[in-house]
């Protein structure tokens, strides 16, 4: 067993070392500029990372709070030479996430029988993916699954979820296309409930250019299915498009004001430059950033790990 883990967290590092990859050499090439000719860690030099961070979406909040942990560093340790640049962004990044206060991430499907958790989130950023990966781990760890199609909006959106309840092997409750995700939603926890469950994960609609009727929607998905389950959904579980950079974090903003969001994924980190903005919405969110998503494959979700993360994407 401790070999086994061993061995997958290697394998998981791996891939997000790879998954990573574009955003760090995207991030190394600019700082790169930045630092050339000069050995000193000075102003200009800080000004510059400052563009950096910026750039790499990190965001202006958060960036701020790193140059300045770098100035009283600078100020305490007159001589920075700029190749320690890296690992002084590491540490002082990872300390900074460190002290972020967030809610607790309620990983603990213990909590509600079964524990219920809503996926929502704008059109395309890997909802239905997601809950496809999650099925996946929550059935490896030997609990039960039901999978709810509560996007009716499209039939291509119900057909995607039953190939990944045939893929996991987990049961699926769907109505026809059009219907009433709330009655979706019903349907599937009544099932669950029948079947004694552990974990039901409810995909829903994302359409974010009619706000109101999104979030009344999400809603009313909210209080059928608490006819059911009391508490249900124990979980709400935005999923963002890490690769939309800003985007993302202004939907998370969005989100979380209008509907009580519980947790974060941040999907399609692979490919995408923009991995530092999983740095900026650590930071800036209440919300707890659980999941990462890394590659289109089933296994390519990780749980979300801060020191990791920050390791990963400053360890040259
Ligand atoms: N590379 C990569 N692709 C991903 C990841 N997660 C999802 N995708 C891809 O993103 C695309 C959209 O994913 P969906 O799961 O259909 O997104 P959705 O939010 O359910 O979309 P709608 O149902 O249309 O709102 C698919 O092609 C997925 O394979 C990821 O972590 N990495
Ligand atoms: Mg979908």
Redesign the pocket.
């Known amino acids: 067993m401790g070999l086994f883990k061993k061995i997958f967290s290697k394998e998981k590092k791996e891939k997000l070392d790879q998954g990573l990859e574009k955003s760090k050499s995207n991030f190394f090439n600019k700082l790169g500029k930045a630092v050339a000719g000069k050995s000193k860690v000075d102003d200009d030099v800080l000004d510059d990372l400052e563009e950096v961070l910026i750039s790499s979406d990190v965001g202006v909040s958060t960036t701020i709070k790193i140059i300045r942990r770098i100035e009283d560093r600078v100020a305490k340790d007159k001589y920075l030479g700029t190749e320690e640049l890296n690992v002084i962004l590491r540490e002082e990044i990872a300390a900074l996430l460190s002290e972020t206060e967030e809610a607790e991430k309620n990983n603990q499907p213990e909590l509600g029988h079964p524990y219920v958790i809503m996926v929502v ?12 990966k999650l099925a996946y781990q929550f059935k490896k760890q030997g609990k039960k699954v039901v999978l709810g199609a509560a ?1 009716t ?2 039939a291509a ?1 119900i057909e ?1 979820l039953e190939i990944w309840s045939q893929r996991v092997d987990v049961p699926i409750v769907k109505q026809k296309m059009g219907s009433d995700p709330a009655s979706v939603a019903f349907d599937t926890l009544q099932s669950a409930v029948k079947l004694n469950a552990d974990v039901v994960l409810i ?1 829903t ?2 359409r974010l250019h009619n706000k109101i009727n999104l979030m009344n929607e999400l809603t009313k998905v909210k209080r059928v299915m608490q006819k059911v389950v009391p508490n249900a959904p124990h979980e709400v579980l935005l ?1 963002l ?1 890490g690769s939309t950079g800003q985007n993302a974090f202004e939907q998370a903003k969005q989100f979380s004001a209008a509907t009580e969001v519980t947790s974060l994924a941040i ?5 995408t430059a923009k991995g530092g903005v999983v740095i900026g919405i650590s930071d800036q969110l209440q919300v707890p950033v659980k999941y ?5 494959g089933i296994e ?2 990780q749980d979300f790990n801060k020191i990791e993360f920050v390791d990963s994407f400053f360890n040259q």
């Open positions: 989130g704008v059109n395309g950023v890997g909802k239905t993916t997601t809950i496809g996007d909006f499209r959106a995607q995909d609609a994302g999923v498009d999907t399609k980190l692979d490919g990462i998503g890394v590659g289109e390519d979700l």
